[in-house]
């Protein structure tokens, strides 16, 4: 067991243009750790309300995943309704969210699982983050996700526990937001000035943007012809991404951007199907035609 | 000699958040053989007015571009007026078009260069360019640019010339408004339909997709800080991958990989300058600096 994630595990109604589909398995916790868990054991520290369907703990748990620290809540999960168009699939419209659960919640994780080298902070409120980074002893390698609605209302919070990680991941939108700066380039320094030592800009269908002071690079995408959901593309790459580095134990270069190439592959699966319709039947011989593929398409 | 190519010598007026320029050397065709002259003889067909600052004609021909097939019309130089704001680089906002001696131009290229082998129609209204493309003898390679405004009012003439070129050049939102599709590998197969066995898609800060029956590739631009002047950026991308391709005289994966780098380098400089600021001191040794640590950058 080496890696932690905390964030939101959810029932999402998504519309897309391939269909609608209602009651999902979701959150940003549940689609990190249904990529991470390729790569590591890896422990949810989230929160589901009295609602929570049985069979999707069921479904976690057969995944291999520990739910040690999933606690059950006196209330309904937290949801998520929303719905993308097919002029801009980059772009999530959320059309209702309730939080239930969520609105109280507090980071509980239990002590056998404190020292756990690795976490991500999943996008879920910067200060339910913080209070489980602060449970953590001495944790080897932080990463941390957010998104816009935060950006907005808990920006303060957001700074501050960024002074605290060492990995920020932002897709472009929320990292022109956070800084001002419309050239990504800009946009990715500021972001390590504030704090993270690593940069990781997710741009969609454009790939993405890998920033350090001592190196940088760049990958496109994997060409997918037909997206169906990108609901959680963003987490299932960090999945990869985490999963991939924990295993690897480094942090040069080098592991870096095979790091980054896995995050992509699980990434490209994730917007290929509704919710975890795609990634829950993977494992990494899949992973691996697929990563081959992508290689190859962007040799030189 | 080895490459002609037909498209427009204007003079531009440009806003950018860098500041403004006027009457720049500017056009389709002088962008496009300003980069392409890095890698073979290269021959301008276009018009210019009575106005043209005789500096101009000598600083083009002081760079080795072929002036042979530039005429000299009976009235004002093509001038365009375009703005770019900080928000959005990858759209250039067209202030004011006077076309001048564009409005009746028919191209006319000496009869002793009609036999070259690879052929750019740079953008220009598809109608000229089918007439540039009539008088050519047994053309080996013919590459195709255009722009919105003839996807607009042009669609048919544009249609018809895609039918008889080999390779076709267009930004996304060219792509997309061309065939009405949102997804850019969908977009590629669709346009590959209607004639030309190659297709390059252009996504600006994004990179290129580039698509073909037997290989697809894609890879991210260089990393440009400090975007100064787009304008032209495509053009100069055109020229240094007809440039290569013309040189390496082959069209097979590897060529067009190396040649799609080039264009890719070029584009780069392109943009950090208005006008040709940057790329008219170009030589090869500044391109296969940047090109070394563009190949660093994208490799795995």
């Known amino acids: 067991m080496s890696l932690a994630v905390v964030g939101t595990v959810a029932l999402d109604n998504v519309k897309t243009p391939s269909g609608f589909k209602q009651d999902m398995l979701g959150g940003s916790a549940a689609h990190f750790s249904m990529s991470a868990r390729l790569f590591t054991p890896v422990h949810v520290v989230a929160v589901v309300g009295r609602d929570f369907p049985e069979k999707y703990t069921k479904f976690l748990r057969g995944k291999g995943i520990n739910l040690a620290s999933l606690e059950r809540g006196d209330g309904p999960t937290f949801r998520w309704d929303g719905e993308y168009k097919k002029e801009d699939f980059n772009t999530a419209l959320t059309l209702a969210t309730r939080l239930g659960v969520l609105e109280s919640y507090v980071p509980k994780i239990s002590p056998a699982h404190r020292d756990l080298p690795y976490i991500f902070l999943a996008n879920i409120d910067p200060e339910v983050q913080a209070a ?13 996700d957010s998104m816009n609605l935060w950006i907005n209302i808990k920006k303060k919070s957001l700074l501050a526990l960024m002074r605290k990680v060492h990995l920020f991941v932002a897709n472009d939108g929320e990292a022109r937001a956070l800084t001002g700066e419309t050239n990504l380039i800009k946009a990715a320094k500021s972001l390590r000035r504030r704090g993270p030592k690593f940069v990781i800009i997710k741009k969609g269908e454009h790939g993405v943007l890998f920033y350090s002071d001592r190196f940088m690079f760049s990958y496109p995408a994997y060409p997918v012809e037909t997206v169906v959901d990108p609901t ?45 319709a795609k990634t829950a039947p993977l494992t990494m011989s899949l992973v691996h035609q697929r990563r081959d593929h992508f290689l190859k398409f962007i040799s030189i």
């Open 232 to 276: 959680g593309a963003g987490d299932t790459f960090a999945g990869g991404l985490m999963g991939f580095l924990s295993r690897a134990k480094k942090v040069d270069e080098k592991t870096f951007r095979q790091a980054i190439v896995y995050a992509t592959i699980l990434g490209s699966f994730n917007v290929e199907g509704f919710g975890m």
């Open 132 to 144: 489980l980074l602060r449970k953590m002893i001495s944790p080897r390698f932080v990463g941390l």
